[in-house]
């Protein structure tokens, strides 16, 4: 009797069983890619913003959450460590266009009034209606920008009829000493890069949070001005900046009370809703917060 002999087939090509250890690297190896995917789209192509107030119904909505496209100025590396104030070391990359007026734009909020600094960081969603070196003003409601009068956003209004006066001044209006309300504003230049603006110690209050905020130590001693500790009748304008206002123009903290907006802060122009519903739900109530989609804003283009 013979013994048949059992032969077992062996995959040659078969490639080894990884270890954990390889299967974390892998993993980690994935994540990363995917993390730095992320990231990138996030900081330079497109983003998600979401509408805190109602500063710009209706064009948009509290509870809206927008696409934002990052690239068309040109996207930037991340200005803070997320979920913090600690600001970063930042660069952008060119964009396809300039900011135009009657964009939509999405910036990073350069700090109340008085704040050469802001006390946090925040993103902030507004109509540019002025550009460097624009005339801008406010005669009875009517917004003129280098005295022509402003096309009207589609969706702009106004909360209630009122009858404010040329004479009567707000104290909270930018900038500080002005004279002014939120009805009857300006005439205001926007400041432009290489712009001479003459100092003196009438109008120091004005300015100085500006050019503090420009990097600059500016006091005034003595009847005197000094920026940098040198005396001085006149400030160089170190950047480009932009004048914002809300299309929901009696619900807007703007820049006619906070001021102008550094260029460089631009973030990017919104384009489309893709979420709407009630922010001031929790979620825990999830009947609730569902029952408040708004279906009818999923898809509104913005303009």
Not at 31 to 53: K, M, R
Request: proline share 7%.
């Amino acid at each position: 009797m013979t013994k048949k002999k059992k032969h077992q087939v062996v995959e040659k090509n078969q490639p080894p069983e990884r270890g954990w250890k390889q299967k974390v690297i892998a993993f980690l190896r994935e994540a990363g890619i995917i993390i730095g995917a992320f990231l990138i789209l996030n900081n330079f192509v497109i983003a998600s913003f979401l509408v805190p107030t109602g500063s710009m119904e209706d064009e948009v909505i509290t509870g809206d959450l927008l696409f934002v496209n990052k690239f068309i100025y040109g996207g930037t590396s991340p200005r803070n460590i997320p979920f913090t104030n600690v600001r970063l070391p930042w660069f952008r990359i060119p964009g396809i266009r300039d900011v135009e007026r009657g964009d939509v734009i999405v910036f990073v909020f350069p700090g109340n009034r008085d704040e050469a600094e802001p006390d946090e960081f925040t993103f902030y969603l507004k109509r540019c209606v002025g550009l460097p070196g624009d005339t801008v003003q406010v005669i009875d409601r009517v917004l003129y920008v280098n005295g022509q009068r402003f096309p009207m956003p589609r969706n702009m209004r106004f909360s209630f009829k009122r009858n404010l006066h040329s004479s009567q001044e707000d104290e909270r209006i930018f900038p500080p000493g002005a004279a002014w309300n939120e009805d009857y504003y300006g005439p205001v230049v926007v400041p432009r890069k290489g712009m001479t603006i003459p100092l003196s110690p009438e109008n120091f209050a004005a300015w100085e949070v500006f050019i503090k905020r420009e990097g600059h130590e500016v006091r005034l001693r003595g009847g005197e001005v000094t920026v940098d500790g040198k005396p001085t009748t006149e400030y160089v304008v170190e950047r480009d900046y932009l004048f914002g206002m809300g299309d929901h123009r009696d619900n807007s903290l703007d820049s006619r009370y906070w001021g102008f907006i550094p260029e460089e802060n631009l973030v990017g122009t919104p384009l489309i809703v893709y979420w709407s519903w009630d922010t001031h739900l929790p979620l825990y109530d999830i009947f609730a917060k569902l029952g408040s989609v708004r279906l009818n804003r999923i898809g509104t283009i913005i303009k």
